[in-house]
T-cell receptor, first 114, second 111 residues
Framework: DAKTTQPPSMDCAEGRAANLPCNHS???????VYWYRQIHSQGPQYIIH???NNETNEMASLIITEDRKSSTLILPHATLRDTAVYYC???????????????FGKGTHLIIQP | SQTIHQWPATLVQPVGSPLSLECTVE??????LYWYRQAAGRGLQLLFY??????ISSEVPQNLSASRPQDRQFILSSKKLLLSDSGFYLC??????????FGPGTRLTVL
């Protein structure tokens, strides 16, 4: 899996959009960008993933740059419950075969301030 | 709907004692199953994964072993625990769609 770089921590005011950056400059053409988050003392939770087009679901939006070397996860209206460590992971999608596990880095600790 | 269970939730064991952590998945068939560990102050590390009954792949050499005696049951074991085995152990499952679903975890303290 390609390596990702994320800021160790970020603050965001409640109700504002939280924008979490991720650099993945060595990403390969068949690798997807995945985002998970881990609330304290819980298991990670899948948020969203994408290949090259921007994606949106009920939790977040994922913006991937045209050269695919970086991406941004956007939580449009952050709440206190969004405080968690957010992991950006780059890996071959399942169509690439295999059941390999995820490689988690240190992620970004997002703290939502009231 | 699918659910994943892990037990126990917390465990305190002396050094040198055996370990058995269990993970079961409901509501799906032939899932891929995973064991991860998160040591204090460190990221999640993949320990084992399994694509079917009796099929185990180990990611890192260690004091632990895994078994899959049934389709939806994944067990993590050790014959003799070390202090360094302390951590938060997470089981996860996935299907073809590739998203992994994690269980609630077991917090193991080895004294």
């Amino acid at each position: 899996d390609a390596k990702t770089t994320q800021p160790p921590s970020m603050d965001c005011a409640e109700g504002r959009a939280a924008n979490l950056p991720c650099n993945h400059s060595t990403i390969s053409g068949n690798e997807y960008v995945y985002w998970y988050r881990q609330i304290h003392s819980q298991g990670p939770q899948y948020i969203i993933h994408g290949l090259k087009n921007n994606e949106t679901n009920e939790m977040a939006s994922l913006i991937i740059t045209e050269d695919r070397k970086s991406s941004t996860l956007i939580l449009p209206h952050a709440t206190l419950r969004d405080t968690a460590v957010y992991y950006c992971i780059v890996r071959v999608g399942n169509s690439g075969g295999g059941a390999d596990g995820l490689t988690f880095g240190k992620g970004t600790h997002l703290i939502i301030q009231p | 709907s699918q659910t994943i269970h892990q037990w126990p939730a917390t465990l305190v064991q002396p050094v040198g004692s055996p370990l058995s952590l269990e993970c079961t998945v409901e509501g799906t068939s032939n899932p891929n199953l995973y064991w991860y560990r998160q040591a204090a102050g460190r990221g999640l590390q993949l320990l084992f994964y399994s694509v079917g009954i009796g099929q185990i792949s180990s990611e890192v050499p260690q004091n632990l072993s895994a078994s899959r005696p049934q389709d939806r049951q994944f067990i993590l074991s050790s014959k003799k625990l070390l202090l360094s085995d302390s951590g938060f152990y997470l089981c996860a499952w996935s299907m073809v769609i590739d998203e992994q679903f994690f269980g609630p975890g077991t917090r193991l303290t080895v004294l």
